[in-house]
């Protein structure tokens, strides 16, 4: 074999191997662009997954405060609904996978002794065939539902939420802010008073 040839050879196989060393870095590129983009999926769907924490609007707040024995929802908490608590739920739903929203309403102790006519309206009420206003509480049961039911319906005002399902509860003066169960008290207590709003996740139980 000739020097010459040999030196084409040579320089032919330094090309393929040149070619395959460009094919196999581009490929290590591009592998590691869709791991990347994998990777990226994966948080971000973490981060859907995850519960998102529940808003507490709390009467000694300030911020919330309906009339003694009302479900009434007075002008300033309102706003603060349209500003600030709708707002942020907009951003949970869209940032999370969120299957519905309860608002629950917590009272204190304080009896509540008038004739309840939930059992005639509730349903209606909570259709939206009727105002909150017309409910009677009986209990602080019927009282924190009625509240809850104020607040679902003031949200579903806004446009954004129309596609979100919100459940109204109502938890009365069972629990404390703290989330233990709260002994008897009759007094008034303005920091057991509350609107809670909690997202849940798909595949939750209630």
Do not use: W
Not at 117 to 131: S, T
């Amino acid at each position: 074999m000739s020097k010459r040839y040999r030196n084409i050879k040579e320089i032919e196989e330094l090309n393929v191997f040149s070619s395959f060393a460009d094919l196999m870095s581009n490929a290590f590129m591009i592998l590691s662009f869709l791991l990347l983009i994998a990777f990226f999926h994966v948080l971000n769907l973490n981060k859907r997954l995850q519960s998102a924490s529940p808003i507490i609007i709390a009467e000694n707040s300030g911020k919330f405060q309906f009339p003694s024995g009302s479900a009434e929802l007075t002008p300033q908490l309102k706003q603060y609904l349209v500003t600030e608590i709708t707002p942020n739920i907009e951003k949970i739903v869209e940032e999370r996978d969120i299957d519905f929203i309860q608002v629950i309403g917590h009272t204190d102790g304080q009896a509540n002794n008038q004739y309840s006519n939930l059992d005639q309206h509730l349903e209606k009420v909570a259709n939206g065939q009727e105002f909150v206003n017309i409910l009677n509480p009986g209990s602080n049961t019927d009282l924190g539902l009625m509240r809850a039911l104020s607040v679902v319906q003031e949200l579903q005002k806004n446009p954004n939420l129309k596609t979100v399902e919100l459940r109204a509860y109502s938890a009365a003066q069972l629990y404390l802010p703290t989330g233990k169960l709260s002994s008897p008290d009759r007094n008034s207590d303005p920091s057991r008073r509350r609107i809670e709003i909690r997202f849940i996740p798909p595949g939750q139980t209630q």
